[in-house]
């Protein structure tokens, strides 16, 4: 399994960004998906996730209210719409998915396949 993330950038605070994750390779089956993020001189921390029907989701607290995932028809891309940022959210945004498909907990090692990151900035 391959994932692509892409839609980071520079914003200013307030602003909004949509990132995007794309799996491919042996993608068979319902699987879940989530975010990850890490911020520089910090621990990758999780975001959010959802389930492969897209109706049950999962957040952090500090992003709840201002990032909404989402997942489209096909169920292979997950999106991470986030709004309101703020300057802390500056980080390396990741996308995975969970070795144990239908699991959307917040432990890292529980997550086998890894996307290569995109780079969201905040300024003030």
Known sequence: VQ???FGGGV???GGSLRLSC???GRTEGAYNMAWFRQAPGKEREFVASV???GSSTSYADFVKGRFTISRDKRGNTVHLQMDSLKPEDTATYYCAIPGK????G???S???YWGQGTL????S
């Open 22 to 24: 794309v799996a491919s």
């Open 51 to 53: 389930t492969w029907s």
């Open 11 to 13: 914003v200013q605070a």
């Open 101 to 104: 498909r239908y699991y959307t």
């Open 3 to 5: 994932l692509q993330a």
């Open 120 to 123: 969201v900035t905040v300024s």
């Open 110 to 112: 529980m997550y086998d």
């Open 106 to 108: 917040t432990v890292q």
